[in-house]
């Protein structure tokens, strides 16, 4: 990669998304970080209670053990401009992104983006944490757990479109989930191999060595919406694999899709 590519990256504020761009930094000529800072997504009635608040505790301490310490990459680094918003939409973010003339847009934990993003930029390409089209919509590193699903545990890197989670696909990535492994090593597994990979298959992709997949290959997939994640759904997730991944998971996991 000697002659890098021009890119920006619109993201958010968490050690992954530091990751993510300390990563993407390292592959392209990075112009410019758009940082939307991610706010509460769920009612304090659901996080008050003691499960709920264990499990959210409990995905940020292993978090902070694969990316810790990132955590503060974004605003300590001083090799690309870096501005935040809290409206990804803003005209001001577009122009500003139209003044660094990049090849590529890396797009990983934002807002929906609006049409004007689409109509000025030609290659978006989002990391989707869900195998998509299996799972869309909300917390779609979680349902697989909830379905009993390993096979579809995974992310999707895919070209961004006006509608959401439906652009063709580039690639997906699966964890490598092995005996004893638990839901917060599962995941987090999956997230940093999937930034880990994204910014050689972008090259491929723009050299034209990886041939598009439609997602509607398989219809529509399962579709969650952020109410869906309850107590009870979450209960019954983590009870699934609560003494960690076992034999039998893994021989679930061995056939075919």
């Not at 690309?80 to 577009?94: H, K, M, V």
């Not at 779609?140 to 390993?150: A, G, H, I, V």
């Not at 580039?170 to 490598?176: A, E, L, N, Y």
């Not at 997602?215 to 529509?220: A, C, I, P, R």
Request: charged content about 25%; overall charge positive; aromatic content about 14%.
């Amino acid at each position: 990669m000697k002659n890098k590519t021009n890119a920006v990256i619109l993201t958010a504020n968490q050690p992954r998304h530091n990751y993510f761009v300390k990563t993407i930094g390292q592959n392209f000529d990075l112009k410019g970080v758009i940082i939307q800072p991610k706010k509460k997504y769920y009612s304090n009635t659901l996080l008050d209670k003691d499960i709920v608040k264990a499990h959210f505790d409990n995905l940020s301490a292993k978090e902070s053990q694969y990316f810790g310490k990132f955590s503060q990459y974004i605003f300590q680094n001083k090799k690309f401009d870096t501005i935040e918003t809290s409206d990804i939409n803003d005209e001001f973010c577009i122009d500003w992104v139209r003044q660094k003339n990049p090849k590529v847009i890396f797009l990983f934990g934002t807002q929906i983006l609006s049409k004007e993003w689409f109509d000025n930029f030609e290659h978006i390409i989002n990391l989707h944490l869900g195998l998509s089209p299996f799972y869309r919509g909300s917390a779609t590193l979680f349902w697989p757990f909830y379905n009993k699903d390993l096979n579809h545990i995974g992310a999707t890197i895919h070209l961004a479109i006006s509608k959401v989670d439906a652009g063709p696909i580039i690639k997906q990535v699966k964890p490598d989930i092995k005996l004893g492994d638990n839901y917060y090593e599962i995941n987090y597994k999956t997230i940093k191999k999937s930034i880990d990979e994204i910014s050689t298959t972008t090259y491929d992709f723009l050299n034209d060595k990886i041939e598009l997949k439609s997602q509607d290959f398989v219809g529509e997939g399962l579709l969650y919406k952020k109410e869906d994640f309850t107590h009870d759904a979450l209960k019954k997730a983590l009870r699934y694999v609560e003494n960690g991944v076992t034999s039998d998971h893994l021989e679930n996991l061995r056939r075919p899709d």
